[in-house]
């Protein structure tokens, strides 16, 4: 479907003079032949379909530097979590010959803190506390303990994971980039 000739006296097609106009550019009103007004699917005549593709084009870039930026202010707030901790396990650890253990140990605490948290939801502490026979320091111990331990293989994986995510950001923005 073409849309309705606003007025074609003594006027042609914007790329064909000579035949007859059978549709506007719904855009800026150009006239437009019936070939013309059938060849792009957005029934833009050239120059406004153009325009269309990039003010696209351009939204898409914007969008993954946004993605881009997140995965990089996500990858900063690992490091310098992960960096502050690991200073804080080793100052602790010190003189007890096991500085680097409670470095790692504690850089993943966080990490292994928010598993625990997700994979045992309220439900978890009631059990924890009735095994305990309600000894609210002993539970949160147990609960430490775990996190702690859970923490050790979910750091590196988290790492890993963010790390991912801003080289995959990147080659979005890369492969958005080349598309022009
Ligand atoms: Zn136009
Ligand atoms: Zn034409």
Redesign the pocket.
Known sequence: MVNEVKTNIGVG????PD?TVVANCPNCGKF??????EKNKSKLCDSCEKERIERAEQEIKGQAKAIKQDSVGELIKVAVISIALAILGFCIGQGSGQEWMMAWIFMGFPWGWKIINQLMTGNFMTWLLIWTQKAWLVAYIIKFVLAAFIGMFAWPIKLIITIYHVVSAKNLEKKVAGGN
Do not use: G, L, V
């Open positions: 097609c914007y790329n064909h035949r437009m032949c019936r070939e013309c007004a």
